[in-house]
């Protein structure tokens, strides 16, 4: 399974970017983004279930940022809004095949900054 993000950029604090993942037409269980910020450990940021009928937010970015898939071409979204420096980071999609396991496919990451 190959994940692939892109999307990623310089945006200033308090505007908005939207990071992608597509895959090679492969369904899940379910998908999330996660982060790692420099000398910081991988925290999750968001899930999905693959119907999309069940989402679940980190608090930090709960109610700016949004995870959703589009049904044509499976790739998965974030959309980032009202940014602060804190959520610089490089940013993973990942997917799995069971919600009782990891998350066991992982994209190459793709790095966003937020200036102030």
């Known amino acids: 399974v190959q994940l692939q993000a892109s999307g990623g950029g310089l945006v200033q604090v308090g505007g908005s970017l939207r990071v992608s993942c597509a895959n090679s037409?492969?369904?899940?269980?379910?998908v999330g983004w996660f982060r790692q910020a420099p000398g910081k450990e991988r925290e999750f940021v968001a899930t999905?279930?693959?119907?999309?009928?069940?989402?679940k937010y980190a608090d930090v970015v709960k109610g700016r940022f949004t995870i959703w898939r589009d049904n044509l071409d499976l790739t998965v979204y974030l959309q980032m809004s009202s940014l602060k420096p804190e959520d610089t980071a490089i940013y993973y999609c990942?997917?799995?095949?069971?919600?009782?396991?990891?998350?066991?496919?992982w994209g190459q990451g793709t790095q966003v900054t937020v200036s102030s």
């Open positions: 037409g492969n369904t899940f269980s379910s």
């Open positions: 999905m279930s693959w119907r999309g009928d069940r989402k």
């Open positions: 990942a997917a799995r095949n069971s919600d009782y396991r990891t998350y066991d496919a």
